[in-house]
């Protein structure tokens, strides 16, 4: 497990730390950021669709409803469902 905190940059916003065990939007939130929309946390209002632009990450279950399975391949995904696995431009 890495000890260092991976950098999330919002482009036009912020930067915030998230370590690889946390969701991007709860890491957010506990930095006290709010350059993304915060709905339910839980994957099923679709507010916190993000694009990641740059870097890598992991999903937990996300609703297709939300989230289809093409734009997940053009980097489209939940904030509060997205792990970072290096920094990450969103």
Known sequence: ????????????????PCPE???V?????????SDIGVGCRGGGCGFCLVRV???????GKMSTAKVSVADQAKGYALA???YPMNDLVI
């Not at 939007?25 to 950021?33: S, V």
């Open 53 to 59: 632009v740059e870097g890598e990450y992991r999903t």
């Open 25 to 33: 939007l709860i890491a957010m939130e506990q930095f006290g950021a």
């Open 80 to 82: 509060c469902r997205i």
């Open 21 to 23: 065990d946390e969701r």
């Open 1 to 16: 497990m890495r000890l260092e905190p991976y950098q999330i940059r919002i482009l036009g916003g912020g930067q915030f």
